[in-house]
Nanobody, 119 residues
Framework: QVQLVESGGGSVQAGGSLTLSCTASEYIQSGMGWFRQAPGKEREGVAA????????SYADSVKGRFTISQDNAKNTVYLQMNSLKPEDTAMYYCAAGGYGLGHWGFPYWGQGTQVTVSS
């Protein structure tokens, strides 16, 4: 059973930056992704990355502001978030074992880390 541990969430003012990290208990051959869920809203894909090729995908709402990257030697994926907006406020989840922005494709999930952006 793959375990995922997230870190890096917190509170920041609009325009600020945060970096999320997610470390897996073993190497993920397929891909990893970041998802978020705000209260009363459905979980949405934010960014994903393929482990071997490094190919990435992003939600339109974060393109140009967020960057997903990975360090395969550390089984870790990062989400650099810049120019944060209040609408980015959500619980952010790391997922592993799939690719793309559809949450149904990922069998492994972290517990989530809260990101709060104040105006």
């Amino acid at each position: 059973q793959v375990q995922l541990v997230e870190s890096g969430g917190g509170s920041v003012q609009a325009g600020g930056s945060l970096t999320l990290s997610c470390t897996a208990s073993e190497y993920i051959q397929s891909g990893m992704g970041w998802f978020r869920q705000a209260p009363g809203k459905e979980r949405e894909g934010v960014a994903a990355i393929l482990s071997i090729s490094g190919r990435t995908s992003y939600a339109d709402s974060v393109k140009g502001r967020f960057t997903i990257s990975q360090d395969n030697a550390k089984n870790t994926v990062y989400l650099q978030m810049n120019s944060l907006k209040p609408e980015d406020t959500a619980m952010y989840y790391c997922a592993a074992g799939g690719y793309g922005l559809g949450h149904w494709g990922f069998p492994y999930w972290g517990q989530g880390t809260q990101v709060t952006v104040s105006s």
